[in-house]
């Protein structure tokens, strides 16, 4: 029996052993963590992750050939296969910090792993990192191998948080990257043999490992561009009255381009976009390719461009301030099915509120007070600009409220600012909130979820990225 250990039992590590251990019966896989409150959530009925369609498929292999534990180094030493999946953030200090990746944890998971290791493994790399790195753990794992042979693969993971489960069962593709020796291609098709369990083999794409590795930032970082893209696009059509809405769809039907991830939207976030595009950065920096560098870094600052943009057209909306105004936030999560609020836009957009000294009443089905209270103080690096929206003073966050209802947050209140397009946003009785809100009343929709012209009919001014501005709008232009 082949026997697999992922170490790091996050939302990488989680899912994807999940979903090999319900493909692969005849493996057994452990996810490890040093983190005891993570791994008893794995074995208890309330996942650390929300995440649909995970709970089914946890439950239907945990305790049989899926096993979560905090034993880290006896699994570890037992396993043939090493998943490494461990978080690489940006560095926030020292030499490349702001840009360049963090590679603290996996070093020592790798240092763990030569100090344990008995017999031979395949060492691979799920977590994202920069273009060489298994160069850099080579060297760790086989500095004192007594004799071990390790091979290093790269085997990153292209999964969306929120749709986790549907893209590890029918993924694009799976990429394993390894050496080009025999050793390489015997350990490349040992993996291959895991996945084929469930995936056509012409969705398996084997390269060499540098191939691997850079493919991971490429791909993450032209998913954004097209992001960023389309969002400087939104302010072109706020300024100009045409609609965003209609653009993506008009260009997107060209083939060459294609329909998908085109939504104008306040920004992006999620824990890898922005890391990742500054790992890049750095590494073009390292390489000395500073005009490469400079074309990427434009993508992350075009979506501080846009969380700035969105809280100028709040402010300036509702008289040029929101002192001591009740707005209601609906969304703080980065994306809908989800709970990780990692660099959401909503922290910088309530942050830039909070600025302004709103009164700011937040809903979220999915995230709690003490996470959103967190995210607001917490200290953002300067990545290479000074931050146009500063994190919240201890005493500005007694502005905050968290409810767990999207009517409460809405009472009373001046504004609605949406900044996740979670479904249940679409579905709300806006008559019932427009009559007990403040008027005039505003909804600025970061999402373009709700029926603005239905909304206007209510009563409301309706702000959405990209598309023709009413005319209050109109009058009171957004500083940009
Ligand atoms: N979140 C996502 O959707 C995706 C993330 N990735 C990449 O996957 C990697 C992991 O990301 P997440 O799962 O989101 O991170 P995470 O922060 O949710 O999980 C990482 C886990 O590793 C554990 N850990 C750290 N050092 C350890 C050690 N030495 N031994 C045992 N456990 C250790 C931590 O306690 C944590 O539970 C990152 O490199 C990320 O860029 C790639 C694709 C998608
Ligand atoms: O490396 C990673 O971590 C992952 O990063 C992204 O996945 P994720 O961040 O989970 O979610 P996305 O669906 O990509 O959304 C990212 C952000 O972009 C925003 N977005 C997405 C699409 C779009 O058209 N417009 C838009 O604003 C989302 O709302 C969200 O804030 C990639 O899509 C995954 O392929 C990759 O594996």
Partial sequence: MVKICCIGAGYVGGPTMAVIAIKCPAIEVVVVDISKPRIDAWNSDTLPIYEPGLDEVVKACRGKNLFFSTDVEKHVAEADIIFVSVNTPTKTRGLGAGKAADLTYWESAARMIADVSKSDKIVVEKSTVPVKTAEAIEKILTHNSKGINYQI???????????????????????IGGR??????????????????WVPEENIITTNLWSAELSKLAANAFLAQRISSVNAMSALCEATGADVSEVSYAIGKDSRIGPKFLNASVGFGGSCFQKDILNLVYICECNGLPEVANYWKQVIKINDYQKSRFVNRVVSSMFNTVSGKKVAVLGFAFKKDTGDTREAPAIDVCNGLLGDKAQV???????????????????????DHPMHLQPTSPAALKQVSVVWDAYEATKDAHAVCILTEWEEFKKLDYQKIFDNMQKPAFVFDGRNVVDAAKLREIGFIVYSIGKPLDAWLKD????A
């Fill in 180 to 197: 080009e020796t025999p050793g390489g291609q015997k350990a490349i098709q040992a993996l291959k043999a895991v996945y084929a369990h």
């Fill in 153 to 175: 693969l790269s085997n990153p993971e292209f999964l969306a948080e929120g749709t986790a489960i549907d893209d590890l069962f029918k993924p694009d593709r799976v990429l």
């Fill in 361 to 383: 009443s937040i809903y979220d089905p999915q995230v709690t007070g003490e996470q959103i209270q967190r995210d607001l103080a917490m200290n953002k690096f300067d990545w």
């Fill in 476 to 479: 009171m232009p957004a500083v």
